[in-house]
Nanobody, 125 residues
Framework: QAQLMESGGGSVQTGGSLRLSCTTSGYTASYGYMAWFRQAPGNEREGVAAVYTPTDSTFYTASVKGRFTISQDKAKNTLYLQMNNLKPEDTAVYYC??????????????????WGQGTQVTVSS
């Protein structure tokens, strides 16, 4: 069964950077879309960024545009999320997800069936 595993979370101060990684047990291109979601305490899980793996087309939620970059290394079957200029409101558990979805659904959590276990990101002011 396909598996996703996140790593790279941690604690940083405002303005700092982190890079999250998501290793997959299969070829990233076979999933169609791969995405990063996050969930803060008391909040719903929200889509942060997604990539259409065959073409590298990317999608971002408005709050992270210009600060976060999603990318994939097909040779390593790994998805990344480079997070720069982090803010306290970015604090959350970050999850990697994969599935075959339609473009408009790329950041819809209800359309993804394969999930990682999550990694904590904490940004202090």
């Amino acid at each position: 069964q396909a598996q996703l595993m996140e790593s790279g979370g941690g604690s940083v101060q405002t303005g700092g950077s982190l890079r999250l990684s998501c290793t997959t047990s299969g070829y990233t291109a076979s999933y169609g879309y791969m995405a990063w979601f996050r969930q803060a305490p008391g909040n719903e899980r929200e889509g942060v960024a997604a990539v259409y793996t065959p073409t590298d087309s990317t999608f971002y939620t408005a709050s992270v545009k210009g600060r976060f970059t999603i990318s994939q290394d097909k040779a390593k079957n790994t998805l990344y999320l480079q997070m720069n200029n982090l803010k306290p409101e970015d604090t959350a558990v970050y999850y990697c997800a994969a599935d075959t979805v339609l473009g408009p659904e790329a950041l819809d959590k209800n359309k993804y069936k394969l999930w990682g276990q999550g990694t904590q990101v904490t940004v202090s002011s």
